[in-house]
């Protein structure tokens, strides 16, 4: 089994047993740990946005069986490449560890970001808005992107910057390699600005939207009588 997916499920098993302690002792329902015997309120930044990503796997997972069911092998693929992607975000929260920048269909970040600019081109047409004659699997690699998408703001939100004037700069930890200090400038706040997860999101569903232009082209092809 891969290592995030150790470390995903062993982290829900440690949660579980903390709300069994906390039950124990009296915890009010309203109130979980955010790390440690760190407390917070359920509607904290970021126990929402661990929801969120917890909603967004299963959403992923949900699409890999559609697109299995299609026969739709290639997609099925790439769409657990994302999902692996997004069980290392949860994992990178959680653990207060640096996330490193995304690689998916063995694209880099920026290369991800500029094709799908573009993405119409790339595949050589022009192509329609998203509809319910393009088939059920282009219509959920469109919902996904724009859940994906939801996820980005909330992170962007909770994350960035400007709503986190107590935490380090953006940079001062993230991309210097030291994950030591990272973690030590995490620790120091509950939030703080975490470019790397945001930018992980914001190209992930650039990369949902290459993907869905890449198979309504295909899709074309495969319809489109000879010449």
């Given at each position: 089994?891969?290592?995030e ?8 098993e ?15 329902e ?17 126990i ?14 949900e ?87 939801e ?8 994350f ?27 620790d ?40």
């Amino acid at each position: 089994m891969d290592v995030e997916v150790c470390y995903y499920f062993h982290y829900n098993e440690i949660t579980m047993k903390e709300e069994k302690m906390n039950a124990a002792r009296g915890k009010p329902e309203y109130v979980t740990n955010l790390y440690g015997n760190r407390m917070v309120s359920k509607t904290h930044g970021r126990i929402l946005f661990r929801g969120v990503i917890d909603s967004l796997e299963a959403d992923f997972i949900e699409a890999q069986v559609l697109a299995s069911g299609m026969g739709e092998g290639e997609y099925c693929a790439c769409l657990g490449e994302i999902l692996d992607l997004l069980r290392a975000i949860m994992s990178a929260e959680v653990k207060a560890e640096p996330l490193p920048p995304p690689v998916l269909f063995g694209m880099e970040a920026e290369t991800i970001h500029r094709l799908s600019q573009s993405a119409g081109g790339c595949f050589g047409k022009v192509l329609p808005l998203p509809a319910y004659t393009q088939g059920p699997l282009a219509a959920r690699l469109n919902t996904l992107r724009a859940k994906v998408r939801e996820a980005e703001l909330l992170a962007v939100r909770i994350f960035g910057p400007d709503e986190n004037s107590s935490g380090p700069e953006p940079g001062e930890a993230e991309g210097t390699g030291d994950a030591q200090a990272f973690s030590a400038a995490y620790d120091s706040s509950d939030l703080f600005p975490r470019d790397d997860i945001i930018l992980a999101l914001n190209r992930l569903s650039s990369a949902l939207w290459w993907l869905f232009c890449k198979y309504l082209s295909e899709r074309s092809l495969r319809t489109e009588p000879p010449a």
